[in-house]
């Protein structure tokens, strides 16, 4: 089935650890994105990609990173910069202009 | 990527009709409204979107007004699974030349069916 995978479902790190969260999808998008969702909040986008090896920063990329070195891919590292890493993190790809992103079913980090 | 502003909270009897209001009083031309809804814990989910036609699908409608300032997604018939909370999202046509403009999303409105 075609779709996107985000994994794993629960992650949990020590404090000043990095973490790479994985993301994949077989719909063959062209653009992918991240987002971050704290308890009773809306969604905050992290990082965006159009194409691959291009990305760019959204509204809260400080102390987060990405690669795009595959167009099914788009793995985000969280770093120990991350200054409160412990949410939901929301991966989503479309096809283009005008058209529905698709959501993976998310990561819950928790860092303790 | 224009601002929205939804109610926090709303409330639906199982059976009766929906209406979830969206205010977007600075859209531009080139920006589509898009709804997405969230299940507690899940990823979001697509709905339906437009530009200025009304639209509907096996989900739901989306009127939007002529001025384009505001719309309303309708769910027919709510039931106890459409409990959620509900994005409007306004999203450019274009950003910087390329085709893929990014979603912004608001506060949502959390939507509760009751029996």
């Known amino acids: 089935d075609g779709g996107i995978t985000q994994s794993p479902k629960y992650l949990f790190r020590k404090e000043g650890q990095n973490v790479t969260l994985s993301c994949e999808q077989n719909?063959?998008?062209?653009?992918m994105y991240w987002y971050r969702q704290d308890p009773g909040q809306g969604l905050r986008l992290i990082y965006y990609?159009?194409?691959?090896?291009?990305?760019q920063k959204g509204d809260i990329a400080e102390g987060y990173s990405v690669s795009r070195e595959k167009k099914e891919s788009f793995p985000l590292t969280v770093t120990s910069a991350q200054k409160n890493p412990t949410a939901f993190y929301l991966c989503?790809?479309?096809?283009?202009?005008?058209?529905?992103?698709?959501f993976g079913q998310g990561t819950r980090l928790t860092v303790v | 990527d224009a601002k929205t502003t939804q109610p926090p909270s709303m409330d639906c009897a199982e059976g009766r009709a929906a209406n979830l209001p969206c205010n977007h009083s600075?859209?531009?031309?080139?920006?589509?409204v898009y709804w997405y809804r969230q299940i507690h814990s899940q990823g979001p989910q697509y709905i339906i979107h437009?530009?200025?036609n009304n639209e509907t699908n096996e989900m739901a409608s989306l009127i939007i007004t002529e001025d384009r300032k505001s719309s309303t997604l309708i769910l027919p018939h709510a039931t106890l699974r459409d409990t959620a909370v509900y994005y409007c999202?306004?999203?450019?046509?274009?950003?910087?030349?390329?085709?893929?403009?990014?979603?912004?999303f608001g506060q949502g409105t959390i939507l509760t069916v009751h029996p």
């Open positions: 990609s159009q194409i691959v090896n291009d990305f």
């Open positions: 719909l063959n998008h062209d653009a």
């Open positions: 989503a790809s479309n096809r283009g202009l005008n058209t529905e992103a698709f």
């Open positions: 999202i306004v999203r450019v046509g274009n950003a910087g030349g390329t085709s893929y403009g990014k979603l912004t």
């Open positions: 600075t859209i531009s031309g080139n920006e589509y």
């Open positions: 437009g530009l200025k």
